[in-house]
Each structure stands twice: as C-alpha cells, then as structure tokens.
Nanobody, 124 residues
C-alpha cells in the first residue's frame, strides 16, 4: 500500500482559497488513480475530485466544479487540490485516497489507502 499524508488545511474566510497537498510514500505513486474526499460532521464521506494515474483525466463533483482543481506531480509523489471561492458548506475534513481501480471511481469503497485527513473550516 501507499502511505498518504495531507497538509494545507486551515481556517479561511468565505470567498478565500486554500491549496491542499497529499504526500505519498511507499509503493509507486504513479500507478494509482487518486481522489479527494471530504466528510462534514454528521454526514457521509463524499467524493470531491479524482485524477487518473497520468494526470491527464480528472473529474470533480458538481458542487465544486469550476472552483476546485485537482492535480498531481508524479515526480514529487504529491497530489494537490486547489480550492477557490470557498463557502461555509466546504467546511469538512478532507482526505486523499489512492485506488488501483481505473475510471475515476467516486465510491470511497474502491479506494485502498487513505490519509489521516486535514481540517478545512470556512467562516462566513
């Protein structure tokens, strides 16, 4: 399995931006499709964005489309999530995850490795 560590979370005002990072170690990062998920208190974990192993293919949830961008740097073993125009509904713990499944799967059950999460809080 690959080990994942998120960073970059914090407190930001509505309308602001944050960039999350996810550092990978262990197995070869570039063989995995990657995803970002989030979980707000009392809610289920939900798909935010996904990216294929090469970085060429990406997908975002409708709720963040046009505001969030997922990217990866396989040379640095790092996954990113650029979040712009944040609103309070984005407040959650954000997790990065790795999967050997293909097709930018959105169901968290397909993901094999998870980070510990990073808290994002957006104040109104």
């Amino acid at each position: 399995q690959v080990q994942l560590v998120e960073s970059g979370g914090g407190l930001v005002q509505a309308g602001g931006s944050l960039r999350l990072s996810c550092a990978a170690s262990g197995r070869t990062f570039s063989i995995y499709d990657m995803g970002w998920f989030r979980q707000a208190p009392g809610k289920e974990r939900e798909f935010v964005a996904g990216i294929g192993w090469s970085g060429r293919d990406t997908a975002c949830a409708d709720s963040v489309k046009g505001r969030f961008t997922i990217s990866r740097d396989n040379a640095k073993n790092t996954l990113y999530l650029q979040m712009n125009s944040l609103n309070p509904e984005a407040t959650a713990v954000y997790y990065c995850a790795a999967t050997t499944a293909r097709g930018l799967v959105t169901d968290p059950r397909w993901y094999d490795s998870w980070g510990q999460g990073t808290q994002v809080t957006v104040s109104s």
